[in-house]
């Protein structure tokens, strides 16, 4: 392999034997506080400076970076653009392009919540696409499939959409952690990215679903959870640990 694939959190980097750094983030979910208050939930609405303060950690982890490849969902309303959604995808977009190297750019593969994004990210003068392929890897939000990720030269599919967690217990609690799922299928190398947003934690395979596009054998993946800080722990085969 001529790419190194780094855990940092709930994001990748992966660095190619140039130096060339990519750095993947799973759902973003924005809008997702002005969703809920829409419909009677009233909640604060702080998780985008959470999350910028997460990304500060990240870049203070990584310097700047080549690619920035963001996995769909960037927004969360299905059918219309909120006003929270419009003010703070332009405000990531100018924050990434800050932590950019020079020539660097700012990947967006289509979620199914990312419908009508291209209306916010084109004023940007950036293009949502289905799918991003760079050499071996394929980046993918996870709810679609395409016959171009299937190629020999593919090696690796970087996927979203799941939003997997895991519950782990200790005897005397359980707790829920995001977590990346580990594996292989049909001869690629699958990670499966958790979501970078807090709204909820993710959904633990053994319970629900992921709503993938693949019938992915989870058992044979192994989780990789986050846990405090971006420490992320290697918890071994899904298939055998407890619930």
Request: with cysteine.
């Amino acid at each position: 392999m001529d790419k190194e694939i780094n855990y940092i959190g709930k994001c990748l980097l992966i660095e190619n034997n140039e130096g060339k750094k990519s750095l993947v983030i799973g759902d973003l979910h924005i809008g997702y506080e002005e969703s809920l208050n829409e419909r009677g939930v009233f909640i604060s609405r702080r998780m985008f400076d959470e999350g910028i303060d997460y990304l500060n950690r990240v870049f203070a982890k990584t310097g700047k970076v080549d690619k920035i490849i963001l996995l769909g969902d960037v927004k969360h309303e299905f059918g219309k653009i909120l006003r929270q959604e419009w003010k703070e995808v332009f405000e990531l977009i100018d924050y990434f392009r800050e932590k950019l190297g020079e020539g660097g750019e700012i990947i967006i593969v289509k979620g199914n919540h990312d419908k009508i994004l291209g209306a916010v990210v084109g004023k940007k003068g950036i293009e949502i696409v289905d799918y991003f392929i760079d050499g071996e890897f394929a980046f993918l939000h996870g709810d679609r499939d395409f016959e171009e990720i299937h190629d020999s030269g593919v090696r690796y599919w970087i996927v979203g959409h799941g939003h997997p967690a895991v519950r782990i217990g200790d005897g005397t609690k359980v707790e829920n952690y995001k977590c990346f799922l580990v594996g292989k299928f049909k001869g690629k190398e699958v990670i499966v990215v958790p979501s970078f947003f807090e709204g909820v934690i993710g959904s633990d395979v053994r319970e629900s679903e992921l709503g993938l596009a693949w019938d992915f054998n989870f058992e044979k993946f192994r989780v990789m959870a986050v846990g405090g800080g971006f420490e992320v722990l290697d918890f071994g085969l899904l298939g055998e640990m407890e619930v």
